[in-house]
C-alpha cells in the first residue's frame, strides 16, 4: 500500500499576513504490487484535506495579524463608508454554497464592479493558490483548470489561454481584491444577486449535481433499479475490470472505452511501460497517459490496440449513504477480478469509507453499490488495524476527467516523465548528492515517515562513490524493528534507480543511527559513542548499508 507524497501548496496571502498551507493529495493509495506500504504524510488527515471542501488553514507569521477586520456582521453598519481611494464599502455579503462566507475583510464596490479578497474568494471555493510576490502574479488551482494572472491587469490565462476580464484586479491595504463575476466565470462557478436581501450567491457544479441527485431519507435510485447479488455484479462488470502491470507497480484499472482505462496516478507514476490483462487472459500494451489529476489520484491510460471489452459507466455516486452494501472489485495481490464486500462505513463530497476488504494490487478498482452501479475507485487502505477500512474516490472526479479526455491528447499519449534524470554518468558527487536529497529526502512507511538528513556523496581512495546520510533517530528508536522489511525494499528501489543512472559504479550507501545523548550509552564500541562539550556524549553507528555494481549487497543492525 503506498500513500504517497501530497503537495504543500504554500503562497504568502498579502490579504492577512498569514502563510496559507494547502494539502493536496497529489497521490493516495495503495502502490499496487510494491514491496513496502508508504505513508508520505499523516495520510488520513492529508486525505480529507485534498479531498474534502475545507476552509483553508491559516499559520501565523509574525504571531499577530498585522490588519484589524472587519466583522461580517458588523458590514451592514460601515455600508456608507468611503475608503481612501474612493472604493466603497459594498453591504453586500457573499454565499457559497448556500452558506454565508465570514469573511476577513469587507466587499468593496468601485464603478459597478463589486470586489471580494482574494483569499476570501479562494479559501471558500477551496481553490489553492500560489502568489509570487517578485513578478506579482498568482497562480490559482481547481482541479483539473489553472488560473495565471497579474495584479492590476485585466487578464488571466485559463490552462495557457488567455481570457479579457471584465474589471482588472488590484491591492489595497495590503490585500488583493478580485472581481467577484468575472472570477466566477473564470472557474465556472455560477452566480446570481439577490437585490432585496444584498447577498451574491455562488454555486459550484459539484454542489448543484449534488442538490440534484439529493432525496432525504431515500437512496436516490430510480425506481426500475433492483438490488444486484454479488454474482450478478461479477456477471455484469466483470470483464470492464482489468489488471494493469508495469515496470514498477501492479494495480487494477476499469474500462471506460475502445482503448481507454481509468486508474489511480500512482499506480502509473514512474512507469516507463505498462501491460493490461484482461479477464480473457489477453494481455495489450499501454500507449500511455491521456489525462491525469494528480491531486486526486487519478490517470486514464489508453491502449495502443482495441481492448474489445465491455466499456464501463461511472456514476457520480451522490446517491450513496452511510450503511449501504457496497462491492470492490479489483486485482489485490495480483489475483485478478477478486470481489468483496461490505458497507459504506463513512462518506463525503470526495470519498467514501468502506469495509469491504482491499488489499495491494486493489488500487484503480471498482467499488460498486448494490444496485451494479460503479460508485468510485478503490484507492488506499488503513494497514495494522482489526478493522477494514478503505477509501475510495467518488466516481464525480472520475467522470470529470473523462470528460477533459480530448482527441488531441490520444495523439499524444505518453508515459509520465521521470523527475529523476536518465542518468548521472560524469555528473559531479555534488550534482549527485542534489540529486538523491531531492528525491530521496524521507523513507515513507506504514508506520510514518522518516526523514533523512545530512546527505553526503564522496569518492573514497578506491574509487567507490561513498553516499552517506542520518536517518531521524525517533523514528528509528521506535519503529525501526517494525518497518525493517519496508525500509530494506526502499533501500532495494534505491539501489536500482541510482544503478540505472550510474551504471558503471561501485557505490556503498550507509544510512547511520546519530543523536547527541546527556550521558554515556553503553554497550556501544568506542568509535561509536564519542565524547563532546559540557557532558554530551554523540552516539553514531550504521543502521542501514547497501553496496551495489553488478550485483547488490545488504546488511542492517537491529536495535
Known sequence: MQIAPYLMFFSNDIDSGRLIGYDSCNKIGMGAGEMHQQFKYKWVAALLIALLWVPS???FLNGAEHQMY???????????VVTANNKQISPYRLIVDDKEVKLKAALLQEKGVTYVTMSDLFS????????EKTTNTVI?????????????????YINGDMKKLTATTMQKNNRIYVPVRAFAELFEVKLAVNASQKTIHLTTAMYEAIKLTEQPGKPAVTSNQSKLSGAQIVEMLDESIVTILTNEAQGTGIVIGDQLVVTNYHVIEGAQEAIIETINGDSLKVKGVVATDEMRDIAIVMTDQQLGLKAATVDSGFHVQKGDKVYALGSPLGVTNTISEGLISNLSFAIFQFSAPIDHGSSGGALIDEYGNIIGMTTAKLPHTSASIGYAISGYYMN?????????????????PSKLPASLVGSSP?????????????????YGSAKLTDWKVERDASNWLVINANIDPIFYLYHSTSAKVEIQAWLIQLGNQLHKMLPNETVQLTISFERDYSFKPRGLTDGEVTSLSNEKWKVRYSVFELQFKDQMYMKTRDI
Not at 471558500?124 to 502568489?131: K, V
Not at 540529486?435 to 529526502?441: A, G, H, L, P, T
Request: no cysteine; hydrophobic share 40%; glycine share 6%.
Open 400 to 416: 470529470e476527467l473523462v470528460g477533459e479526455v480530448t482527441e488531441q491528447a490520444k495523439q499524444k499519449a505518453a508515459f509520465l
Open 70 to 80: 472587519v466583522e461580517a456582521a458588523s458590514y451592514e453598519k460601515v455600508a456608507s
Open 124 to 131: 471558500s471555493l477551496a481553490i489553492r493558490y500560489q502568489y
Open 57 to 59: 488553514i491559516g499559520v
Open 430 to 446: 555534488t550534482d549527485i548528492t542534489r540529486v538523491i536529497r531531492e528525491n530521496y529526502s524521507s523513507i515513507d512507511t506504514s
Open 140 to 156: 490559482a488551482k481547481n482541479g483539473n483548470t489553472t488560473v495565471t494572472f497579474k495584479v492590476g491587469e485585466a487578464k488571466a
